[in-house]
C-alpha cells in the first residue's frame, strides 16, 4: 500500500525556518516524482516545487525560489521540504504527492499526504 505521511509543520515567526517531512511507503524515490503543494484558506491548492525521480528540482511557485530547497534520506525514504527566510504569505496546509512524472496540476497525481500546517506569524 501506498503512503504518504508528512510531519514538520507549525507556527514560526517571519524570517524563520521550518523542515517538513514527507515519509513514502509502498515505493521509492527512484520510481516516483515527489511534490510539494500548498493551500492557503479560500484559495486553490498551489504547487510548490516537484523533485523528479532523476533528482532534478522544478519549482512551480516563483515567491519560493532561493528560500525552499528539498533534500532526501534514501536510507528513510523521507523526502524534506527545507523552508526559509519565512514570509506571512507561506501560511497554508502543505502537502506532498507522487507522481511518475512531475507536474504543477494537482489533479493529476496518484498519492497524496494528509497536510501539515504552516503558519508565519509577522
Known amino acids: 500500500e501506498v503512503q504518504l505521511v508528512e510531519s514538520g509543520g507549525g507556527l514560526v515567526q517571519a524570517g524563520g525556518f521550518l523542515r517538513l517531512s514527507c515519509a513514502a511507503s509502498g515505493f521509492t524515490f527512484d520510481d516516483y516524482s515527489i511534490a510539494w503543494f500548498r493551500q492557503a484558506p479560500g484559495k486553490e491548492r498551489e504547487g510548490v516545487l516537484c523533485t523528479t525521480s532523476g533528482g532534478t528540482n522544478i519549482y512551480y511557485a516563483d515567491s519560493v525560489k532561493g528560500r525552499f530547497t528539498v533534500s532526501k534520506d534514501n536510507a528513510k525514504n523521507t523526502m524534506y521540504l527545507q523552508m526559509s527566510s519565512l514570509r506571512s504569505e507561506d501560511t497554508a496546509v502543505y502537502y506532498c504527492?507522487?507522481?511518475?512524472?512531475?507536474?504543477?496540476?494537482?489533479?493529476?497525481?496518484?498519492?497524496w499526504g494528509q497536510g501539515t500546517q504552516v503558519t508565519v506569524s509577522s
Open positions: 504527492a507522487a507522481k511518475r512524472a512531475c507536474s504543477g496540476y494537482a489533479p493529476t497525481y496518484d498519492y
